[in-house]
């Protein structure tokens, strides 16, 4: 089975590595970016990030040699 990798990235500065905006955050709340500062909803990129995992595997299984 092959694996395809996402990663989180800001959107300004293609940092990789982010804070949480609160002490106590949920898995839906904004992140910063800890290299420029940008808040990024997490709920929002985590949609993006499944839209484009969902679009890979279609893209693979269609092109899948039988």
Request: charged share 30%; proline share 6%; net charge positive.
């Amino acid at each position: 089975m092959t694996q395809i990798k996402f990663t989180l990235k800001c959107p300004q500065c293609g940092g990789t590595r982010f804070k949480a905006a609160t002490a106590k955050s949920g898995p839906n709340d904004p992140v910063t970016c800890g290299e420029c500062g940008t808040s990024i909803d997490l709920a929002a990129e985590k949609q993006r990030l499944e839209r484009e995992a969902r679009a890979a595997v279609e893209d693979r299984l269609r092109n899948k040699p039988s």
